[in-house]
């Protein structure tokens, strides 16, 4: 593959269906720490890293959608921690549920969750 035929495509946000931005919004910045990119207009609002440190992570985009969640989502977001248990902890004080715990082996552990819409995305120890 040539110069010219190199990808041109970067990640650029991760989307997130709901039925209502707001309790997301509030959800995922207390997680992430993540600023206002842009506020709710139609059906979309946005959720970027903070100035600060832009590259800690892609920014978040929700879609409010008609239809409700009905099953496991096709892909997710992975997150690591330098502890774990503590991190599941306070999100489930921010309104996260607790899926399951998977252990695979000592390196492979971790939690499924969902937010509040139930969009899965799992925590892992770093």
Partial sequence: MGPAELPRLSMHAVVLDCAETESLIAFWSAALGYVTWFEPFGQFAGLKPPPDDPKRGLALIFQRVPEAKVVKNRAHVDYETPDRAAEVARLVG????????????????????????GNEFCVTQA
Wanted: avoid cysteine.
């Fill in 94 to 117: 921010l309104g996260a549920t607790l899926v399951r715990e998977v252990d695979e082996g000592p390196s492979m552990r971790w939690t499924v969750m969902a937010d509040p819409a």
